[in-house]
């Protein structure tokens, strides 16, 4: 008896009893693409002619797979067969290789003697094997507090996603800013615990696959900028220095990146684009009001810092030292002052004694000196109150007198003796 393919689905029509015993189920069960499958078939009876595969929700010419003749073995491919299918004598499927696009719905469609049929139906899912998604960012440089955070985890396949911060599962807050389907994680204010590594992860129940990081950064501050000085914050404080000490400065800040820094003092910027100030060799021309300004430039953001930097009071008295401290003849030597009066009107050194036949110069309100009685030609005086004495001698030796007057009239006097060592 020789049955076509269309005239027994005509003979459907009238004899179709619904199939209720008939199971189908895929092996595996959860196939990946690729895989070998087998729709296997449980709980057909009775002597049956034909077999009729159909892949699709109904049984239609269009959705034919394939009919296969139970007495010869004979096996007709329909218009749904993609070449991978094969008919197994037992009535069971065969695809090999199967691809995603195989998912659906499958119909058995069975013929017995009687010229009677039943129907089976089973459903059939071949899950891809994913390829790594990738995360696309609005931006990966954002300001903290001011800037929306939004990253899409992009891939073609259908699958469930999941989101990795750092490495470890994203945490729920963050969680909180997931779409309904995953793919999509906003944040609005971003803050700056959230920078860090981002990855999603494509998952179905054959595969997973996780993207490569993504990294953001979030810019903030500077925030609390502070003046430290040997790890002491000293920020509207007064720090006190011994005269000709060396002083470093360093101002700090919470702050990404980086901050540029401009250093100032008595409010007129210095030349110093560094985190740290050097001050060396402190003199009262020194004293006064250090200011550190730190501007982000990612945020446009800045913030300051102020230090008042002072003499010690141990050194505000006046005093002489010879620089070198024991002269030899010929050299120069300086008698250095410190702690000189900061309202100085005039003053005047002596070579001896404070009088007038004695006087070696005189500094007048003008910064110009006047010679003395007793200038020998090699004497030169400074605006900080010191005297250089050149080309010493032997008779150069002995006691130097410096009177210092201020602006409230106040006098003071002040007594050095000289050594001057001959040469050898």
């Known amino acids: 008896m020789a049955l076509a393919g269309c005239s ?58 394939s009919s296969y003749i139970v007495s010869t073995g004979d096996e007709t491919p329909g218009p749904a067969h993609t070449g991978r299918e094969a008919v197994r004598p037992d009535g069971s499927l065969d695809i090999q290789g199967a691809l995603p696009g195989h998912s659906g719905t499958y119909i058995l469609q069975t013929l017995n003697r009687q010229l009677q049929t039943e129907v089976g139906y089973g459903h059939l899912r071949v899950y891809e094997i994913l390829a790594p998604p990738v995360v696309i960012a609005n931006s990966t440089e954002l300001v903290e507090r001011r800037d929306t955070l939004r990253l899409v985890c992009s891939s073609p396949s259908p699958a469930e996603v999941r989101w990795f ?15 309904p389907d995953g793919r999509v994680l906003t944040r609005h204010g971003i803050r700056r615990e959230e920078a860090g590594a981002y990855q999603c992860e494509v998952r179905n129940p054959v595969s997973a696959s996780r993207s490569e990081p993504l990294n953001l950064n979030v810019y903030y501050g500077p925030e609390r900028v502070a003046i430290l000085q040997d790890s002491t914050t000293l920020t ?24 540029e820094y401009v250093w100032a003092f008595n409010g007129r910027a210095l030349k110093n684009g560094h985190d740290h100030l ?26 300051s810092a102020s230090v008042v930097v002072k003499l010690t009071a141990a050194v505000v008295a ?3 030292v010879p620089v070198p401290a024991k002269p030899t003849e010929g050299q120069d030597v300086t008698l250095t002052v410190q702690g000189y009066p900061k309202d100085l009107l005039v003053y005047a050194w002596y070579r001896g004694p404070a009088s007038e036949p004695n006087r070696l110069l005189s500094q007048l309100p003008s910064g110009n000196w006047i010679a003395g009685p007793a200038h020998t030609g090699r004497e030169v005086g400074f605006a900080n109150c010191s005297l250089l004495v050149q ?18 009239g106040k006098t ?12 050898e």
């Open 8 to 65: 027994w689905l005509l003979l459907s029509a009238a004899f179709l009893s619904t199939g209720a015993e008939i199971a189908i189920t895929p092996e595996p069960e959860q196939p990946a693409e690729g895989d070998n499958v087998t729709l296997a078939v449980r709980g057909l009876s009775g002597e049956l002619l034909a077999y009729s595969w159909y892949a699709g929700p109904t049984i239609s010419l269009a959705h034919l797979v």
């Open 165 to 179: 911060f750092n490495g470890e599962a994203l945490p729920i807050a963050l969680r909180l800013g997931l779409s």
């Open 236 to 259: 509207g404080c007064t720090i006190k220095v011994d005269f000709n000490a060396s002083l470093t400065l360093w101002c700090v800040s919470r702050s990404c990146p980086e901050p």
């Open 278 to 303: 050097n001050i060396s060799g402190m003199t009262a021309a020194q004293e006064g009001t250090y200011t550190c300004i730190a501007k982000n430039p990612k945020t446009l953001l800045s913030g």
């Open 318 to 320: 006046m005093s002489i």
């Open 391 to 408: 080309k010493l001698n032997l008779t150069d030796a002995g006691r130097y007198t410096l009177k210092t007057v201020t602006l409230q």
């Open 412 to 423: 003071e006097t002040l007594e050095l003796e000289l050594q001057v060592a001959p040469l």
